[in-house]
């Protein structure tokens, strides 16, 4: 029975009603890198549905702990180097989940790695909709110490059944995070609203802010990170948002001019997610995201480091650049007289993105033709 009401809590917390399942797209979605060794060897390959690593950035999050984190270091990342950043960096994101707040301890709370049975243990009844393997899935390591993950193999052990196919790897994940943050805690930090955590239209299945949220701060908070809504009031969860956390976020939108920005400043990131622990951003670049990520770990520490610093954009479809950050050459003008559709007036997404966070600073794409 309460195998039963865990697995209904699960999908109404999730779709806010039972009778609805995740479609193929999801259902076939795992965690995969590009080739070992080779110039993209530090990246997953994105999936289209939208809740994959490169929100949480693992790749060079868990890549960066190496004493030699430069980008030809990453170039030779091999196979099971890749194995042990992701697991190091989906473990972080379940603790993080469990302590209920970005890059904290996760003492006094557990962490929950769900897998798939190999026999069904729920049976449906009423509306619920069966999909063959939420009904199977089982929480196979249940961890209350913290330390643990960072000495004890096991839960290593365990991330690489997410990356095969037919693992239903991405969505057995999020299960992961929903049981480690906890599902009465999680509706806690939605306020108990029955605002569900997908959104479900014509059959395609899209992440709301709040597991954007859950991913990078540990807290489902309803707070888009962008601004534009106001923080929750009861439970607080809209704070997560300015913590400072392992990684960040960055957003502006296409086409977005620079006067046009002084005169109607559109939703940019909170200082807490614009100024991370580790020099790695998410990015919200039109509708599409992107990892944006240093190799100086004392970046965001030194300021003497911001002058002029290197940077390396990642847009999860295959393409990578790097760009050299210069923000005390000339400041980013236009013209307020130009049109938006005036040659030169408009900008790609990501160095909109990077001027959120460093205004007026020059972005040389080095001889890469841009792209997002």
């Given amino acids: 029975m309460r195998l039963l009401k865990n697995t209904v809590g699960l999908r109404k917390l999730l779709f806010g009603d039972v009778s609805l399942r995740f479609s193929c797209e999801w259902a076939n979605a795992h965690f995969r ?13 994105a999936e289209k549905v939208n809740v994959t690593a490169q929100r949480r950035a693992p790749s060079p999050q868990g890549l960066s702990r190496s004493r030699d984190p ?21 473990a972080d994101t379940l603790w993080a989940a469990a302590a209920g707040e970005g890059g904290g301890g996760g003492r006094g ?21 069966a999909d063959s393997f939420t009904e199977r899935q089982r929480n196979c390591f249940n961890q209350t110490s913290y330390t643990c993950h960072n000495s004890s193999p096991v839960i290593t052990n ?30 806690e930090d939605l306020d108990c609203t029955a605002t569900p955590l997908l959104e479900f239209s014509f059959g395609n299945i899209t992440c709301t ?17 962008e601004g534009s809504r106001e923080p929750g009031s009861s439970s607080g969860a809209g704070d997560a948002w300015r913590r400072r956390g392992p990684v960040g976020y960055l957003s502006r939108r296409q086409g977005t001019a620079a006067v046009t920005a002084r ?7 909170s200082p807490g997610l614009r100024t991370p622990r580790l020099p790695v951003w998410l990015c919200g670049l039109a509708g599409r995201h992107g990892v944006l990520f240093g190799t100086d770990r004392q970046l965001l520490s030194d300021w003497k480091r911001e ?20 923000t005390h050459s000339h400041p980013w003008e236009e013209d307020p007289a130009e049109g938006l559709s005036s040659p030169g007036k408009r900008r790609p997404p990501v160095e909109m993105a990077i001027r959120s966070k460093w205004a007026g600073a020059s972005v040389s794409w080095n001889g890469t033709e841009p792209f997002f």
Avoid: K, M, W
């Fill in 263 to 269: 005169l109607h400043p559109s939703p940019q990131a």
């Fill in 158 to 187: 365990f991330f690489f059944q997410f990356r095969g196919e037919g693992s239903h790897g991405v969505i057995l994940f999020l299960y992961s995070l929903l049981f480690s943050r906890t599902l009465e805690r999680a509706q």
């Fill in 307 to 326: 002058r002029v610093f290197h940077l390396h954009f990642y847009n999860g479809q295959a393409r990578a650049a790097h760009l050299t950050i210069d």
């Fill in 209 to 225: 802010q709040a597991v954007l949220s859950l991913l990078l701060t540990g807290r489902a908070a309803p707070r888009d990170p």
């Fill in 33 to 45: 890198f590009r080739q070992p060794c080779s110039d993209l060897a530090y990246a997953l390959e």
């Fill in 109 to 129: 709370r557990r962490a929950v790695v769900c897998l798939l049975a190999a026999a069904t243990h729920v049976v449906p009844r009423g509306d619920y909709e």
């Fill in 70 to 90: 430069g980008i030809p270091r990453l170039h030779r990342v091999s196979g099971q180097e890749q194995s042990e950043a992701l697991a190091a960096a989906l």
